[in-house]
């Protein structure tokens, strides 16, 4: 019983009990989400309208005060205030109608 104590004590030295959740997460931002946004890329044209939808950026996690102010937050902050840590996620869009075009990051 000692030894498998001690197995598991020097694995959890090395590994973190999190650590396979934070490369999933680090995984999907970094590649997946382009991914899936590259494959919804190729569904919204129709003759009339051409969309496009370009890189993702991810701006820092904030939040939004009661005064309408925008600030930076940790995680840390964000659990002790018991709200949640989140951050904007942004979209290059490109719209074709006829000879017009415009861009815009949504």
Do not use: C, W
Request: charged share 25%; proline share 3%; glycine share 4%.
């Amino acid at each position: 019983m000692k030894d498998k104590h001690l197995l598991v004590k020097k694995y959890l030295e090395q590994h973190s009990l999190v650590e396979s959740n934070i490369r999933s997460f680090n995984d999907f931002i970094e590649h997946r989400m382009q991914q899936i946004v590259d494959e919804i890329n190729e569904n919204i044209n129709n003759e009339d309208v051409e969309v496009k939808l370009g890189k993702i950026r991810i701006g820092n996690p904030n939040v939004i005060e009661a005064d309408g102010s925008i600030t930076n937050i940790t995680p840390t902050e964000a659990r002790l205030r018991t709200i949640t840590y989140s951050a904007p996620v942004f979209v290059e869009l490109n719209v074709t109608y006829g000879e017009q075009s415009d861009s815009a990051e949504v």
